[in-house]
């Protein structure tokens, strides 16, 4: 059974860290793109990051650049999302995307998802 499962979320203050984790089971990710997009309330869901495992190479929307790093671990089989100096306006469900091609896209054009993590800033 393929699946990402993403942990990782909860409250923090402005300021704070979290780190989101992606697991998959069912596939192996390192020969994947693997994208975070976030969904605030009343929003549209949105790309924050993406990696792109054709030739390893980063996006970051610019909202976050300079405050969050993708990484993989292919070990585990997990990708990761290191959030620093979180602010209020990050509080969104963040979700984990996986693209069988290898290449990022804005859109939400992924082969898999996960279910979700719930970030919370508070001020």
């Known amino acids: 059974q393929v699946q990402l499962t993403e942990s990782g979320g909860g409250l923090v203050q402005t300021g704070g860290s979290l780190r989101l984790s992606c697991a998959a089971s069912g596939f192996t990710l390192d020969q994947l793109a693997i994208a975070w997009f976030r969904q605030a309330p009343g929003k549209e869901r949105e790309i924050v990051s993406c990696?792109?495992?054709?030739?390893?190479?980063?996006y970051y929307e610019d909202p976050v650049k300079g405050r969050f790093t993708i990484s993989r671990d292919n070990a585990k089989n997990t990708v990761y999302l290191q959030m620093n100096r979180l602010k209020p306006e990050d509080t969104a469900v963040y979700y984990c995307?996986?693209?069988?091609?290898?290449?990022?896209?804005?859109?939400?054009?992924?082969?898999?998802w996960g279910q979700g993590t719930q970030v919370s800033v508070s001020s």
């Open positions: 995307a996986a693209e069988r091609r290898g290449g990022c896209h804005k859109r939400e054009i992924y082969d898999y």
């Open positions: 990696s792109s495992s054709r030739d390893g190479s980063t």
